[in-house]
């Protein structure tokens, strides 16, 4: 072969492959592709959603209608009916099933979708067999259809941060709002030994957070616990979040930064941060996540649940609740305001011990600071 020719052909090689290692590079040097959240559909909608307690259900629109119309019929809720929002978003994925005990529908796909609707908590609805139990992680509940209905009084119970009422193996610590060390810390209530674990005191004898068949069928929770959940539906909703102060929701014209935490280890690692479309989750807990700029200034903080799963549940309403808890066992996610200026975060646990910081860079897959 002539010289000149093996010479084109070896530069059109190196062309060709310098080509693809442009391109391959640009791709990972790309933020992480955004996700479509789904249609959100509205079922009842009383206020702008800023002020409201906001609860996102994924299931049909029939079940939705059924599961908030008896939500709203036991207390803390029907006093504060009007201070609560109801969205829906189809079901499009199955939910996983968590050591074959429990149904848990909490994941990143979840997340994405649950986007396109103001929420603050979701409740996943599906059927399974009546063995499954259903679960609460974060800010999500996960409902056996097949179960009694209330398990999902006892799932949104800790949602709104109460801890088991049975003996569940766990220390449920000074922060918790329903289990006590002290009888005199409970305020006209009653006093009864076992909350989470031996240690610890509860205030209500039989109620939702102990048994699927509460004594008291109108008020639940207990006394206590009833005021607890109204003070956090009534608690002022000042925060930023990703959605517009105004009656119509505008989730899918906003952005959000989402990030993958996993706390498995002593170190949590930030494994992924990317930009999406949607609204930003409204959360309180006692863990926190801030937002720091170039000279590490807070610019945004805010409060998140621990990552403690909860399993509950039993065929038989009237016996206790069989239930498991798994603590600092698996992934979770933060929805964080994408255009604050900020450059990191840095990530506290509920006793105020930094876990993790990265920085906010939605070009990476593990821009990761490990503690």
Request: net charge negative.
């Amino acid at each position: 072969m002539p010289r000149p020719l093996i010479l084109f052909f070896i530069g059109g090689i190196t062309f060709f492959l310098a080509t693809v290692l442009f391109i391959f590079v640009q791709a990972q040097n790309e933020a992480l592709p955004a996700r479509s959240p789904a249609a959100c559909n509205d079922v009842l909608i009383q206020g702008s959603p800023e002020k409201q307690t906001n609860v996102l259900f994924v299931g049909t629109a029939d079940e939705a209608e059924e599961y908030s119309d008896y939500l709203l019929a036991y207390e803390p809720f029907t006093s504060n009916k009007e201070r609560f929002n109801f969205y829906r978003i189809d079901k499009t994925f199955d939910c996983a099933r968590y050591k074959k005990i429990a149904l848990y529908c909490y994941s990143q796909e979840l997340q994405s979708q649950a986007a396109a609707c103001p929420h603050d908590f979701i409740i996943t609805l599906e059927s399974a067999p009546v063995s499954l139990r259903a679960s609460a992680y974060m800010e999500v509940a996960s409902i056996n259809i097949n179960l009694p209905k209330t398990v999902l009084l006892h799932e949104l119970g800790h949602l709104f941060g109460l801890d088991e009422e049975y003996e569940a193996g766990y220390n449920p610590g000074i922060s918790s709002p329903n289990c006590k060390i002290r009888c005199d810390q409970f305020t006209g209530t009653g006093c009864f030994q076992e909350c989470s674990d031996g240690a610890h005191l509860r205030s209500v004898d039989e109620g939702v957070m102990r048994t699927l068949s509460p004594a008291d069928d109108s008020n639940p929770y207990g006394s206590y616990n009833t005021e607890r959940i109204s003070e956090r539906i009534t608690m002022s909703r000042s925060k930023i979040t990703g959605f517009a102060t105004q009656e119509e929701t505008r989730c899918l014209d906003t952005s959000y930064l989402l990030i993958e935490v996993d706390p498995r280890q002593p170190e949590w690692k930030v494994r992924t941060i990317a930009k999406e479309s949607g609204c930003v989750v409204q959360t309180d807990g006692s863990a926190t996540y801030t937002l720091k700029d170039d000279e590490m200034n807070a610019v945004f903080s805010d409060t998140f649940t621990v990552p403690r799963l909860f399993t509950d549940g039993n065929e038989d309403a009237d016996d206790a609740i069989e239930g498991q808890t798994f603590e600092d066992q698996n992934l979770f996610y933060l929805t964080i305001p994408a255009d604050t200026g900020a450059t990191s975060v840095v990530i506290t646990d509920s006793a105020g011990d930094e876990r993790a910081q990265a920085a906010l860079n939605v070009n990476n897959r593990a821009c990761e600071v490990t503690l």
